[in-house]
């Protein structure tokens, strides 16, 4: 069983950064595919980036060069940096690990954090 705790939400302006951290609980952390994931008030959980093992990152168009995901491994830990926030950004994030892609291209993952809550306002 794997235990995930985010931190680092909170309210923001326009343009401002945060950076989000996930903390794993155990040993086989350096093996886990991770994902961030985000819900805006009535929309669908989507993703918004991941990361291998080896540290091979993927990221949803709408946040490319502007988010950028990152991991330590001694610190069984991931990030999630967030800069030029914009409004749309408002959601909660979920940290999620122990993930694969399906064959229709959907990122599952085993286990999930409760999430924290990012606004951004205008």
């Known amino acids: 069983q794997v235990q995930l705790v985010e931190s680092g939400g909170g309210l923001v302006q326009a343009g401002g950064s945060l950076r989000l951290s996930c903390a794993a609980s155990g040993r086989t952390f350096r093996n886990y595919y991770m994902g961030w994931f985000c819900q805006a008030p009535g929309k669908q959980r989507e993703l918004v980036a991941a990361i291998t093992s080896g540290g091979s990152t993927n990221y949803v168009d709408s946040v490319k060069g502007r988010f950028t995901i990152s991991r330590d491994n001694a610190k069984n830990t991931v990030y999630l940096q967030m800069s030029s926030l914009k409004p749309e950004d408002t959601a909660v994030y979920y940290c999620?690990?122990?993930?694969?892609?399906?064959?229709?291209?959907?990122?599952?993952?085993?286990?999930w954090g409760q999430g924290t809550q990012v606004t951004v306002s205008s």
């Open positions: 999620a690990a122990a993930c694969r892609f399906t064959t229709l291209g959907v990122l599952n993952c085993d286990y």
